[in-house]
């Protein structure tokens, strides 16, 4: 504490993480209205939200009182938004979900940040698989608890359950995983789900306490070539989902999403009413429009089709060069081999020489990787891949 500020939030703050400073430099650019450049810092999703969204919203604005659509709403969201999120996980899943247990967030941060908080002690540990999302540290760091990173395998991004094992100790409360993976599009395996399954069972039973799954789910409907990504909370009873449609439906500005704590989970009614007691100090309530709008469009697919044509248009394109990618099964990210082992000088020679704005995968707690979100228009695409050749050129290729 100097001067009356906190100094980690002075540093979540001042810091910020990679892909926003790479973001906010392009959406600067785009201010000034410089053009020739590309961005792939952000999952901000380029493909327009399907148009039942937009009719959705202008159905709520007439149908509904102005109070009850721009009005406060429930901590835990309307009843039958939460009733229509769980029919949709009873369909799709057989979760035997009920909407008492659902609660809707202000995106997957809002859920992942009040489930943290419910959850976990100041000094508990939470186990994350690398490389991660690097909002995780900052979401587990803000509640006093330590962020332990674990490897993942190497090449296929694959869950190591010895590395997992060997991380847990008294202190551990929760292991968060993210299946279709960001960065790495890699879909968990439903052996290596069930053997972690396994794991925390037994390693709760030796402990004597539970150890909480949180499954990151935003990505769920986002898996190609006819894939499936497991259903998490089937593999373990202490799961504890957060979804958002930021990326499925493209509404990623709107911040909609959900916590579900199904009732085989240990006190399953005081996690709730515990994940509500957080929402009310971190202000991650759901809005009230979007809770009306997903009532009507939570059945809605995502549009797998047009990701899965921009991933092998990058793809193809990067490979062809030379450049060494990771082949995604999932999500909207490709993770791509720097060009020299220093990975945050390669994302600054790439800006500055070819207007390419990428990010490094220190963010991620990873080496020697860069992280690019193809979730763009197809021109951009098409248009960057001379200047990544260029790019590629001026290395003399892998000198690595």
């Keep these: 504490m100097a001067d009356g500020v906190d100094s980690r939030m002075y540093d979540y703050g ?7 400073t790479v973001y906010e ?5 785009r201010q000034q209205g410089v053009t020739d450049f590309w961005d792939y810092s952000i999952g901000n999703p380029y493909v327009s939200a399907p148009p039942e969204v937009n009719e959705a919203i202008r159905e709520v604005l007439e149908e509904y009182d102005p109070i009850d659509v721009h009005g406060y709403p429930p901590n835990n969201g309307w009843l039958t938004t939460r009733q229509a999120v769980a029919a949709n996980l009873n369909r799709r899943f057989n979760a035997h979900a009920r909407a008492s247990e659902i609660a809707m967030t202000g995106g997957c941060a809002g859920a992942i940040t009040s489930t943290i908080a419910a959850v976990t002690t100041a000094g508990e540990d939470v186990i994350v698989p690398v490389p991660y999302f690097a909002e995780y540290r900052m979401y587990i760091q803000a509640w006093n608890c330590r962020c332990v ?12 359950l010895d590395a997992i094992e060997r991380a847990i100790v008294p202190t551990t409360r929760m292991v968060i995983i993210n299946t279709p993976n960001n960065p790495t599009g890699a879909i968990y395996t439903e052996e290596s789900l069930k053997k972690l399954g396994e794991l925390l069972r037994r390693k709760s039973k030796e402990l004597g306490q539970t150890i909480y799954l949180l499954s990151d789910e935003p990505y769920r409907e986002v898996v190609y070539d006819g894939k499936q990504c497991p259903w998490v909370a089937q593999y373990y009873e202490n799961t504890i989902v957060c979804y958002s449609w930021s990326k499925s439906l493209s509404l990623a500005g709107e911040r909609v999403g959900y916590v579900w704590v199904p009732s085989t ?20 309530i759901c809005n009230s429009l979007f809770c009306r709008v997903i009532e009507r469009c939570v059945d809605l697919p995502a549009p797998v ?5 921009k991933r092998a248009l990058l793809f193809d394109g990067l490979t062809k060069i030379g450049y060494e ?4 099964d999932g999500a909207f990210y490709l993770w791509v081999r720097a060009l020299e082992p220093d990975d945050d000088a390669f994302q600054e020679r790439a800006a500055n ?4 704005y990428v990010v490094g995968s220190d963010d991620f707690a990873a080496k020697g990787y860069f992280r690019l979100s193809y979730c763009v228009s197809d021109e951009c695409i098409r248009t960057s891949l001379p200047a990544f050749k260029r790019l590629y050129d001026s290395y003399g290729g892998y000198q690595w």
């Design 14 to 20: 001042a810091g910020k993480s990679a892909i926003r």
């Design 25 to 29: 430099q392009t959406t600067e650019l």
């Design 149 to 160: 990173e674990v490897p993942t395998l190497p090449e296929t991004f694959q869950l190591d």
């Design 265 to 284: 989970v240990r006190h399953a009614g005081r996690v709730y009413d515990a994940i509500l007691g957080a929402q009310r100090v971190v202000n991650s």
């Design 305 to 309: 089709e047009e990701y899965a044509r």
């Design 325 to 328: 990618v990771v082949h995604p």
């Design 353 to 356: 020489e070819e207007r390419l």
